[in-house]
C-alpha cells in the first residue's frame, strides 16, 4: 500500500514554456501532498504543501506564481513549472501523508526536468 | 542552480557486514524520525521510523536507534547487501507540524 506515482517520469522543454507535473496517491486518500526539489548529490527541498480544497502553502523563497500546485482531489495534486528557464532544471519530487494524524510521508518516483 | 563539487558522506562496506549510517538532528521538539533510502535517479523509498518515547526499534534487516540526549540517529542494515547500495536520509518532524526535515544524506555503497 502507499503507492505515489507520477507523471511524466522525465521531461524536456524549452526555455519559455510550462510545464505540468502530477503526483497521485493510487491506493489511498491524501489530504496532503507535499512538493520538493532536488540537485545532485543534495538533499530534499520542500517547496509547498499542498492541501486538498485550499491553497498551498509555500516554504521561503518559493515563488507562488512561477510553481503554481493545484490539489483538486484527494488522489491528485499537480505543480505547473511556468515559464521555465534553465534554472529550473531539477529533480521535482512529490510525496503524500498518510491520514491525518501520522507523519510518514510516502514519496512519488520524480519527475526529471531539464530546461534548454 | 546545481553545486559543484558537493560531495556526500560516503560508507563503503563489503558485501555480508553491517553498515551503520549516522545522523544528529538540532531542534529538540522534534518527536517522529524516518530514515529514506533514495536509489539513483528514483524517489526516496521508506524504511523504518520512530518515536521519541522508544530509543530502538527493529525492521527486516534494520534497525534505528534513538539518542534524545545528544540528538543522535542512527540506522544499522545487518548483512549488507548490494541492493542496499543508495543515499540515506534521516527525517524529524515535531507533532502537528506537517513537514519533514531532510537531512543532507549519506551515500552508501556495497562492495560485493
Known amino acids: 500500500g502507499a503507492v505515489v506515482s507520477q507523471h511524466p517520469s522525465w521531461v524536456i522543454c524549452k526555455s519559455g514554456t510550462s510545464v505540468k507535473i502530477e503526483c497521485r496517491s493510487l491506493?489511498?486518500?491524501?489530504?496532503?501532498m507535499f512538493w520538493y526539489r532536488q540537485f545532485p548529490k543534495q538533499s530534499l527541498m520542500l517547496m509547498a504543501t499542498?492541501?486538498?480544497?485550499?491553497?498551498?502553502?509555500?516554504e521561503q523563497g518559493v515563488e507562488k506564481d512561477k510553481f503554481l500546485i493545484n490539489h483538486a482531489s484527494l488522489t491528485l495534486s499537480t505543480l505547473t513549472v511556468t515559464s521555465a528557464h534553465p534554472e529550473d532544471s531539477s529533480f521535482y519530487i512529490c510525496s503524500a501523508r498518510v491520514g491525518t494524524g501520522k507523519e510518514t510521508q510516502y514519496f512519488g518516483p520524480g519527475t526529471r526536468l531539464l530546461v534548454l | 542552480g546545481e553545486s559543484v563539487g558537493l560531495h556526500l558522506p560516503t560508507l563503503s562496506v563489503q558485501e555480508g557486514d553491517n553498515s551503520i549510517i549516522n545522523c544528529a538532528y538540532s531542534n529538540s521538539a522534534s518527536d517522529y524520525f524516518i530514515w529514506y533510502k533514495q536509489e539513483s535517479g528514483k524517489g526516496p523509498q521508506f524504511i523504518i521510523d520512530?518515536?521519541?518515547?522508544?530509543d530502538k526499534r527493529q525492521g527486516q534487516r534494520v534497525t534505528v536507534l534513538l539518542n534524545k540526549t545528544v540528538k543522535h540517529l542512527s540506522l544499522q542494515i545487518a548483512a549488507t547487501q548490494p541492493g542496499d547500495s543508495a543515499v540515506y536520509f534521516c527525517a524529524e518532524s515535531s507533532y502537528g507540524n506537517n513537514r519533514l526535515a531532510f537531512g543532507k544524506g549519506n551515500q552508501v555503497v556495497v562492495i560485493p
Open positions: 520512530i518515536r521519541s518515547n522508544m
Open positions: 499542498s492541501n486538498e480544497g485550499s491553497k498551498a502553502t509555500y
Open positions: 491506493d489511498f486518500q491524501a489530504t496532503t
